[in-house]
């Protein structure tokens, strides 16, 4: 068996305080909701948790508060396996939290609002971090989001650069990113409509078809501002990868029952990247990282949908053989 990566993810946590109501009070109305309930998520765990359950032995670096949220969120986190020994906590701001409102109408239709206040998230300071300038050479990947302070994203972009140790930037949410970030990157990933915020490019859909076209011109427009390669994670129609040499169009999962879409886009990345640290090849990464994107949209909640190897494998295993193999040759 070869080793597991090393993965090394600098982000956020953020719990969740889901309530559900029948509709959405008006201003300065308020109304009875039906239910109550809390789970821990933030992009930077969750990543951290879908990479651990497909066996990478994985690091998290990130800031919570001195609180029960923030306890809760690191024991998860602890229960995955994670080394959550570099978790910082702040003594003055509380730990994210997202104060998610769902409405589930009498049709049955669901719609949400949501507000993230970023807490500790916010409050990583450059010192905190510093220890990362050698210690990164530890690792065989580094995985970043949005969910931090720019500056501590391009830090550590910086020491992974200098120590060539590959790094991902999982460009979500959406946000501008300078071009001396992109250039220290080794994979960019941004969903489509991250991708048309930061480069102009809509992608257009053909039916059931994403336009080819539009896809090479947002890959193309990232590779011009310095990136390497880039992965574009398209919902249902799949994702998409490219550099200088490469393209691939995966489609996504058929026939899947979609019944929540959180925590899609980070499973997706947690798990590209634990799969080309193990030596996997881009096409084939995208294509496994599609049936775990898969697995997490059918069920419900974004950590506890996130799969452990063995159901990514009973999927493939179901469904198409061949890209199996490549897993388990690539374990051996
Ligand atoms: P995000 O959560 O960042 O918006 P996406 O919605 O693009 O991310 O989803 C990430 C990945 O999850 C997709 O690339 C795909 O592999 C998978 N996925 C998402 N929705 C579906 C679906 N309805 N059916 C099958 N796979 C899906």
């Not at 719990?15 to 239910?35: H, M, Q, Y």
């Not at 809390?38 to 994985?58: C, E, F, M, P, Y």
């Amino acid at each position: 068996m070869m080793d597991m990566p090393k993965i090394l993810v600098v982000g956020s946590f953020v719990k969740d305080l889901i309530v559900s109501t029948p509709r959405f009070p008006n201003a300065g109305e308020t109304v009875l909701g039906n239910s109550f309930q809390t789970a821990s998520g933030g992009k930077g765990a969750n990543q951290a948790i879908q990479a651990a359950r497909l066996g990478a032995h994985v690091t998290m670096v990130g800031k919570v508060g001195d609180d029960v949220y923030g306890r809760e969120m690191i024991s998860s986190c602890l229960e995955c396996g994670i080394d959550c020994s570099r978790v910082m906590m702040d003594d003055k701001a509380p730990s994210s939290i997202g104060n998610v409102q769902l409405q589930i109408g009498q049709d049955g239709k669901t719609q949400n609002r949501i507000i993230v206040v970023p807490g500790a998230n916010m409050a990583i300071q450059k010192e905190d971090i510093r220890f990362l300038e050698t210690e990164i050479a530890n690792y065989d990947m580094v995985l970043l989001q949005l969910e931090i302070p720019m500056e501590i994203n391009e830090l550590v972009a910086e020491y992974a650069y200098q120590k060539n140790v590959p790094v991902m930037l999982n460009s979500a949410p959406s946000a501008q990113i300078s071009d001396c970030l992109i250039s220290k990157l080794t994979y960019i990933s941004p969903n489509e409509y991250e991708a048309a915020d930061l480069t102009g490019i809509r992608i257009h859909r053909n039916g059931q078809n994403v336009n080819e076209k539009d896809v090479k011109a947002v890959i193309h427009s990232l590779i011009e501002r310095g990136a390497q390669n880039v992965l574009i994670t398209l919902g249902s129609m799949g994702a998409a990868f490219g550099n200088k040499k490469e393209f691939y169009l995966c489609p996504a999962v058929k026939n899947v029952s979609a019944v929540d879409p959180t925590g899609a886009g980070d499973s997706f990345v947690g798990a590209f990247c634990t799969l080309v640290s193990m030596g996997i090849d881009y096409e084939r990464a995208v294509s496994i990282a599609n049936y775990v994107g898969a697995l997490t949209v059918s069920h419900m909640g974004a950590q506890p949908s996130l799969p452990s190897l063995e159901q990514v494998k009973a999927l493939i295993h179901e469904r198409d053989d061949d890209v199996l193999l490549g897993l388990q040759k690539a374990a051996v």
